[in-house]
């Protein structure tokens, strides 16, 4: 395998390149993906080609290969990129980060997945438990983020619907001794509704295909994804998701985590409060808007520990404050219907929150004193979601592009910077490039 992988294809790394432009860059980048070669890389940078299936290059004889070495000893892969950033931080013990940027579909995820793993391989395995226990949270944690921020799109069975930076703590050895995880805009709009061709968030799936009749019943759930109006649209979709041994994957990595029983049933509780706050039905009397399935209404004060009457009232009014007055007005049918939707997205999005604090609070770097071990030390990894264009596009695509756009304009600022005031060191004439 080592030497069917030391064979390259066109220029394994764009620098090399004669002449560049746009056709030629095409070129060479087709030629190493139709070989099988879908990295590549610019300098300092790799570039990723997703092929859409698995390869057998994320082993371990090929972390050992890369275990080590330097940047340009070995055939592009994403694992010199992981393996630089860690050298980098164990030499200077200066904080580090990996930037993962990419239309929608581009392979971040599994990128961000890929370059944990090799960190988690080629740190003192096996020597202290202490180590192995960080390492093991942290992989854990990824399934469970993806289950409750990650959605199939037209692009991506398993793309993620949400920001996520992620910062790797390091003692002076260089072992990983905990971390901390920023989430950015999740997609709560995804919660409601979804563009054609495309599911909500994993987690309803899951809990409905994968959930035992016991757990159901006590939800006051049926199997049946069509029953549910928030989701019914994906129901019939296919996709290579197996969202029934997701659920097991899923539940085994929250107890793993350190997630209690209790808590574990509670995030089930939300979901399915959600799931039955899409079926609640408005109908009007007169002026006045009534809840037409007032049972409903009842299983969902019951879901989310409340009063029925407190549930009916949040639904059906608005408190408004006029002056020093405070009073209720009552909504038309179709704010209502506005009301009963913010209501669901405004859960999901603090149910992930926590589900994201509650991780924090497991992994975070616990009793290391910097007097006695010395400074730690951070590898960061972000994986933003990436550019899309659809037909109707909501203000969460602007967000989306605007962020990725910002991002850019950063990478291309240190890169072209770094490389400028490289060339002014060392005296070599060069034509100035300007960027904004």
């Known amino acids: 395998m080592a030497e069917q992988e030391s064979l390259e294809f066109g220029k394994a790394d764009f620098v090399l390149m004669d002449t560049v432009s746009m056709p030629e860059f095409m070129a060479n980048l087709k030629l190493r993906f139709e070989k099988g070669r879908i990295y590549t890389f610019i300098g300092e940078v790799v570039v990723s080609v997703n092929p859409y299936k698995l390869l057998n290059i994320y082993g371990r004889d090929t972390i050992e290969q890369y275990k080590g070495r ?3 000893e070995r055939p592009p892969h994403l694992f010199a990129i992981a393996d630089a950033a860690y050298k980098a931080m164990k030499r200077r013990s200066k904080d ?8 929608s579909g581009a392979g971040k995820t ?3 997945k890929y370059i944990m793993q090799y960190i988690a391989a080629i740190t003192n395995p096996g020597q202290r438990a202490e180590v192995e226990r960080v390492k093991n949270m942290l992989l854990k944690s990824n399934c469970v983020l993806e289950a409750f921020g990650n959605a199939k799109t037209n692009r991506n069975d398993n793309s993620s619907r949400f920001g996520k930076y992620m910062d790797i703590n390091f003692d002076f050895k260089g072992d990983p001794i905990g971390g901390h995880i920023n989430n950015y805009l999740l997609e709560k709009s995804r919660v409601i509704v979804q563009q054609p061709g495309e599911r909500s968030f994993h987690s309803f799936y899951q809990l409905l295909q994968g959930g035992s009749e016991q757990i159901l019943r006590s939800l006051h759930l049926q199997k049946s994804l069509s029953s549910y109006n928030y989701i019914h649209v994906g129901a019939q979709l296919k996709s290579s998701i197996n969202d029934a041994a997701e659920f097991k994957v899923v539940a085994d990595a929250m107890k793993v985590i350190g997630f209690k029983p209790e808590e574990i049933q509670t995030v089930y509780k939300i979901l399915a409060a959600i799931l ?4 609640l039905k408005f109908i009007v009397d007169g002026d006045t808007p009534l809840i037409e399935n007032g049972k409903v209404v ?6 989310l520990s409340t009063k029925t009457d407190m549930v009916e009232k949040a639904l059906l009014y608005r408190t408004v404050a006029t002056g020093r007055d405070i009073i209720d007005k009552q909504h038309t049918e179709q704010e209502a219907s506005y009301g009963r939707d913010a209501f669901a997205k ?7 929150c926590w589900i994201v604090t509650r991780i924090n609070d497991i992994i975070e770097v616990k009793n290391y004193d910097t007097t006695i071990h010395g400074k730690n030390t951070v590898i960061g990894v972000l994986d933003i979601y990436g550019f899309e264009i659809f037909d109707n596009n909501s203000f969460e695509q602007f967000c989306i592009n605007y962020c990725n756009e910002k991002l850019q304009q950063l990478f291309i600022q240190l890169v072209l910077k770094q490389e400028q ?3 002014q060191r060392e005296g070599i004439p060069w034509k100035h490039v300007g960027f904004l």
């Open 298 to 303: 009842s299983i969902i004060a019951e879901l």
């Open 110 to 112: 599994e990128a961000s």
């Open 421 to 423: 005031e490289e060339y």
């Open 96 to 103: 580090t980060c990996i930037v993962i940027s990419g239309e």
């Open 276 to 279: 039955h706050l899409g079926n």
């Open 346 to 352: 405004a859960i999901y999005e603090r149910l992930f």
């Open 70 to 72: 330097e940047l340009y």
